[in-house]
């Protein structure tokens, strides 16, 4: 089955650090772009990261720049997001989403609650 | 970084009618647009790729259409199952933007 499944979510408190994992199946994960994208509660859609799977170059959106690493594992299938020195303002649901046919299959989300 | 005004920001509508959501991009951004239905407490579904490609399993009474900096999303007779929040997103360029979403409920 296609699919991606994120884990890794949770309460942190501001200052901490989570690192989010995506488990890619059912298609050639190693050539696909891939993406972070996290949704606030009640909020809209805000693209967060994103990752070339041809030479890795990797884009952030200014909010999480210098405090978040996006990476990729080819040979797990897995993609990962390093959060660190996180505001209360990340709180959200993430969301891992491939590129192929655009950027056309999402993950069901992880919860990430920033809060003292 | 290129601004994706969407409109409207909410619409009610009935079954049957047909709906239309319109996504200004504030540059040229080609045919890279998705469009994504998003259902509460659902990840996002993108139903339209590259401005009017239909994704597969998509239901052809959605189609989407224009390029540069105009763009639409038609639902040409609306269903129970559509009501839900739309967005559009470009993909020409980073940072990749979102619209703030179209609501569309039941009149």
């Known amino acids: 089955e296609v699919q991606l499944v994120e884990s890794g979510g949770g309460l942190v408190k501001p200052g901490g650090s989570l690192r989010l994992s995506c488990a890619a199946s059912?298609?050639?994960?190693?050539?696909?772009?891939m993406n972070w994208v996290r949704q606030a509660p009640g909020k809209g859609l805000e693209w967060v990261s994103s990752?070339?799977?041809?030479?890795?170059?990797?884009y952030y959106a200014d909010s999480v720049q210098g405090r978040f690493t996006i990476a990729r594992d080819n040979a797990q299938n897995t993609l990962y997001l390093q959060m660190n020195s996180l505001r209360v303002e990340d709180t959200a649901v993430y969301y891992c989403?491939?590129?192929?046919?655009?950027?056309?299959?999402w993950g069901q989300g992880t919860l990430v609650i920033v809060s003292s | 970084d290129i601004q994706m005004t969407q409109s409207p920001s909410s619409l009610s509508a009935s079954v049957g009618d047909r709906v239309t959501i319109t996504c200004r991009a504030s540059?040229?951004?080609?045919?890279?647009l998705a469009w994504y239905q998003q259902k509460p407490e659902r990840a996002p579904k993108c139903l339209i790729y590259?401005?009017?490609n239909l994704q597969g399993g998509v239901p052809s009474r959605f189609s989407g259409s224009g390029s540069g900096t105009d763009f639409t999303l038609t639902i040409s007779s609306l269903q129970p199952e559509d009501f839900a929040t739309y967005y559009c997103?470009?993909?020409?360029?980073?940072?990749?933007?979102f619209g703030q979403g179209t609501k569309v409920e039941i009149k």
């Open positions: 590259a401005a009017s």
């Open positions: 997103q470009q993909y020409n360029s980073y940072p990749r933007t």
């Open positions: 989403v491939r590129d192929a046919s655009g950027p056309d299959l």
């Open positions: 540059q040229d951004i080609s045919k890279w």
């Open positions: 059912g298609f050639t994960f190693s050539v696909c772009h």
């Open positions: 990752v070339r799977g041809t030479n890795s170059d990797t």
